[in-house]
């Protein structure tokens, strides 16, 4: 899933620097309206259904195909919301273009409901690989189609054309993979159970979505589309550890605490070596977005996106600390508890609502990611102490975890930039490579030399792939 998961990010990466060349801000401004209405509609799209069908023990044959009658049938009722809706929706942002926007993008709401059944039961299985194959045919279609149709001049329209192309690749996907076929058959009873499971759940979407949205929509509404256009892509790039390592740990460890949940300790230690793990991708990644998101604005774009460098040096917080809580919601979802993120998330949702437009108004896009940064900290940190009275761990047991990657990753962020400070010329496309290549050299001694555990994991796997390779030259 992880490696999958890493190549369509670095595709969907790659695209989003190319969009940012091809087109001008008020183009992804308006693409971010359109998203984040989308978006909204579509939280209500399953209810939970998807996370109810993992946890679901009882009734494996009745419950997947109960719930493959309902989403579809939810996802059409709210195409004909966006559709009415969307004049509405433009005259609150101003701007006239939002309306058709809107009503084409909501069709993927359509598309991704007939795939999310088979999707699920993947995941259920613990089966990544073919659900990670699947999403990957999403992002690198997106990212082709958008920035074909970019070059040859349909501005914000190659976004929406490759959201729904994306879609579409995902759900053909899904359904070739797939060896499960539904049967025409609802259970009342499992469809109540279901739903009473997934209130929490969806619930705890809702919260999340206008957490992670409040902010494009205020400023949208207060500012200008260029603002909202710097901030939409100054949070893309910044979230880098949240989305190419969150959304891969929350969605496998799910399935995976399910299994462990009756057992305190194996729960335990599950969630300690997925700390861990996260630690070592994220903390140098947000180090390194940091260190480094001056000097790659400029090399690429000159001063076109000068104005989303601090917001990028401020969100890359905000994107860690989601980062490394993403493992904790799979706990409480595995333990039967999802109220617990649904009633910290709304307190940090009320800390933004309250507090967003005096930030906005006062500072612009600068208050704005201050004010990510603390509700995002303070939700970790409330999570966390929730979890420590369902594992039973020690506040040690976590900074034994954090503490030498979070050194690590500021040594091996501090001296390149010190170095190339001295000895390279300043915003030059050499000293940004000698930066990435010394820092990744950097951790990777400094790993290797403290972290004993990973030197045999990583001697153990070279061994075994040498002597599979020696196998097959002695059988050829």
């Known amino acids: ?80 919301i966006a559709f009415i809706s969307a004049p509405f929706i433009a005259s609150f942002f101003k701007d006239q273009h939002v309306t058709l926007i809107v009503r084409v993008l909501a069709f993927s709401l359509i598309l991704s409901s007939f795939g999310e059944v088979p999707a699920t039961l993947f995941e259920k299985d613990i089966d990544f690989r073919k659900k990670s194959l699947a999403e990957a045919s999403n992002l690198i279609t997106y990212g082709i189609v958008s920035v074909f149709f970019a070059f040859l001049g349909f501005s914000y329209w190659s976004m929406v054309i490759g959201q729904i192309s994306g879609e579409l690749a995902r759900l053909i996907s899904v359904w070739r993979i797939s060896t499960w076929r539904p049967r025409f058959r609802f259970n009342k009873a499992v469809a109540r159970r279901l739903l009473h499971y997934g209130k929490h759940v969806v619930g705890t979407g809702v919260v999340h979505f206008a957490i992670r949205n409040i902010d494009d929509a205020f400023i949208g509404r207060v500012l200008d589309k260029a603002a909202l256009g710097a901030y939409y892509f100054a949070y893309q790039i910044a979230n880098i550890p949240a989305t190419n390592v969150s959304n891969v740990v929350g969605r496998v460890m799910f399935p995976v605490y399910s299994q462990l949940s009756k057992d305190t300790y194996d729960l335990r230690n599950a969630f300690f070596k997925t700390l861990k793990y996260t630690a070592l991708i994220s903390l140098p990644l947000a180090f390194g977005i940091i260190a480094l998101s001056r000097e790659i604005m400029i090399v690429l774009y000159q001063d076109k996106w000068i104005a989303a460098v601090f917001p990028i040096q401020i969100l890359a917080v905000f994107g860690l600390a989601r980062s490394l809580g993403s493992g904790m919601g799979g706990v409480f979802m595995a333990v039967g508890k999802p109220d617990i993120m649904w009633k910290i998330s709304f307190l940090q949702f009320l800390i933004l609502a309250f507090f967003l437009y005096p ?28 979890l420590k009275g369902i594992l039973k761990n020690s506040h040690r047991d976590i900074l034994t975890i954090i503490a030498p990657i979070f050194v690590f990753s500021f040594v091996s962020a501090a001296i390149p930039k010190l170095m190339a400070g001295i000895f390279l010329p300043r915003y030059h496309a050499l000293s940004l490579a000698f930066q990435c290549g010394l820092m990744m050299t950097l951790y990777a001694l400094q790993l290797l030399t403290y972290d004993k555990d990973l030197r045999e994991s990583l001697r153990d796997r070279l061994r075994r792939t040498s002597i599979s390779t020696l196998k097959e030259k002695l059988l050829q």
């Open 1 to 80: 899933m992880g490696g999958t998961s890493f190549f369509s990010k670095l595709v969907s990466f790659a695209s989003t620097l190319l969009l940012a060349k091809l087109l001008v801000p008020y183009d992804i401004g308006l693409m971010a309206i359109g998203s984040l209405v989308i978006a909204s509609i579509g939280l209500f799209r399953d209810l939970g259904l998807s996370r109810a069908l993992i946890f679901e023990r009882n009734d494996l044959d009745e419950a997947p195909n109960t719930a493959f009658f309902l989403i579809p049938s939810l996802s059409l009722g709210l195409y004909f």
């Open 359 to 386: 930030a906005v108004k006062l500072y612009g896009i600068i208050g704005v990611c201050v004010l990510c940064d603390l509700s995002m900290l303070f939700s970790v940190v409330a999570h966390y102490l929730k």
